[in-house]
């Protein structure tokens, strides 16, 4: 009989600079770098949505929960517009972190599909917090990072042409 392992060890995922401040761009590198102790030599692109800022794509791989500390590390530049994704690994669930100047960070967890999930508790929280089903749906939205979405969905359409760096965490 095979034993399953609950849990995996390493896991996958994308950080999105959206948009930066050129003379941020060796600041996230290093700011990545560090986190996933591998060189991060960035593709840098213009972005379209907002002349004067950059962005890059980075595809990941490390331990659960690098998706948290590398949002952590960038979140340092309040000026920074980002997501970072982890994808779900066996018994654990994925996440997606927003960052975007003037909303700050926010934090969901992800289902397999990438769809947002919003707990049982969590919404019966809601529930009773609020009185009126317009308290209850601004809440909501909350739990959901649509203010986030909306931000960044400019952003998300400026990089088609974008090129996608590689960086794979040293484990053990």
Known sequence: MRILNQFADLTTGVVYI?????ALC???EWALSSTLNARADLKWSTQDAE???MRATVDWTGPVSTGARLANALREWPGLAFEVTENA???VDGERFSHVPGLGLWR???SANGDV????????AMMDAQPD????????DTALGTAWDDALESYRMGGADGEVTWLHQRVG
């Open 18 to 22: 959206h948009a930066s401040p050129v």
């Open 26 to 28: 060796p600041h996230v």
């Open 51 to 53: 002349p004067g800022r």
């Open 89 to 91: 690994s066996d018994g």
């Open 108 to 110: 969901g967890s992800i």
């Open 117 to 124: 999930i919003v707990g049982e508790m969590q919404l019966r």
């Open 133 to 140: 089903s317009a308290g209850l749906a601004a809440e909501l």
